[in-house]
Nanobody
């Protein structure tokens, strides 16, 4: 199984930007690589995905147009940059890796490999 470690979370003022990183123990190009987030008391939701081999990306409507998912397949790092942060972006952000399809990338049970999460607080 691939090991995943997120970093880059923190406290940010509304309107600011943040770039999260997820270091993988093997090439991120081998999997669908996704970001999820979970606010306290709420379900974990898909935020963005880059498909196997870098064959495209998708975003949740909540972040579309103000976020960018990318990966460095040499360094084995997945990134998520979110601009124009809002208080409702406050959550623990997780990266995930597994096989996926365009019709299930946002589904939690699609993924068997998860990081420990990094907290983002927007005030």
């Amino acid at each position: 199984d691939v090991q995943l470690v997120e970093s880059g979370g923190g406290s940010v003022q509304a309107g600011g930007s943040l770039k999260l990183s997820c270091a993988a123990s093997e090439s991120t190009g081998n999997y669908c690589m996704a970001w999820f987030r979970q606010a306290p008391g709420k379900e974990r939701l898909g935020v963005a995905v880059v498909y196997f081999g870098g064959r495209g990306t998708d975003y949740a409507s909540s972040v579309k147009g103000r976020s960018t998912i990318s990966q460095d397949t040499v360094k084995n790092i997945l990134y998520l940059e979110i601009d124009s942060l809002k208080p409702e972006d406050t959550a623990t952000y997780y990266c995930a890796a597994d096989r996926c399809h365009v019709f299930n990338w946002w589904v939690v049970r699609t993924y068997n490999n998860w990081g420990q999460g990094t907290q983002v607080t927007v005030s």
